[in-house]
């Protein structure tokens, strides 16, 4: 399988579970914090969203983490290729085991079946069942590694949204921002990208069609979030 090209990395994605995808560049390309100089990426895989926040984010140093070998393996040998060798390391490391850190900016593109899509492939199924994060102890660890100004950002299935909102307010996280993705705009939303936050809450939903009415013609909204990534953009 070649590796996948941006506009300013690769990425080969030959021997983790969860190939490069739609998800992963739009939580990479829409995360945001005003000035991050730390940023932990949990659930890492091949790397891809620490890239595209190093490409973002020049004074960052980030933390890439994930429970599989094999993706640790190919997200450093990604990274042998790429720019930004000085700012970026992978690590194998359970979400539950980090300590005595923080982060201004945390993003995932987190596991979120519930055990009912188990597919046989226990590579794959680490990488897709919650039972290796669920959302109680994602958010625990979230608040305890995030800076005072610190923002976390991920990107769920809709219909489980409302549940882990529900986790990270026991934990005083807060929803300031959220964008619902659909395919179309006469799809429904199956996507949403969050943004969680301490302090006041200021919701403010959006809604983004990925593509116009025609197969494969994208819309401006889109194009304008991956312009910096995708060599079609």
Not at 29 to 50: E, F, K, M, Q, T
Not at 76 to 101: T, Y
Not at 114 to 124: L, P
Not at 209 to 228: G, W
Request: charge should be positive; glycine fraction near 6%.
């Amino acid at each position: 399988m070649p590796a996948f090209r941006f506009k300013q990395f690769s990425v080969a994605h030959d021997k983790c579970a969860m190939k490069v995808g739609t998800d992963g560049v739009l939580i990479g390309a829409w995360a945001n914090h005003s000035n991050p100089l730390s940023i932990l990426d949990i659930g890492a895989g091949s790397g891809l969203v620490s890239f595209m926040m190093a490409q973002r984010f020049p004074k960052a140093l980030i933390t890439g983490i994930d429970l599989d070998d094999d993706a640790i393996i190919q997200a450093n040998e990604n990274l042998i290729i790429n720019p930004w060798k000085k700012r970026i390391k992978f690590q194998k490391l359970d979400l539950a085991n980090l300590s005595s850190a923080c982060y201004d900016l945390i993003v995932s593109n987190p596991p979120f079946y519930n055990g009912t899509n188990n597919s046989g492939n226990t590579q794959r199924d680490l990488a897709r069942q919650n039972s290796s994060l669920p959302p109680a102890l994602l958010f625990k660890k979230v608040a305890e590694l995030l800076s005072l100004e610190g923002v976390f950002c991920c990107i769920l299935p809709v219909e489980i949204a409302a549940a882990y909102e529900e986790e990270a307010n026991k934990h005083k996280l807060l929803v300031q921002k959220e964008l619902f993705v659909k395919g179309n705009p006469t799809k429904e939303p199956k996507r949403i990208l969050i943004q969680f936050g301490r302090g006041v809450q200021k919701r403010q939903p959006d809604t983004l069609a990925i593509e116009t009415h025609k197969r494969h013609e994208y819309t401006e909204q889109y194009l304008s979030l991956i312009n910096e990534f995708y060599l079609f953009a």
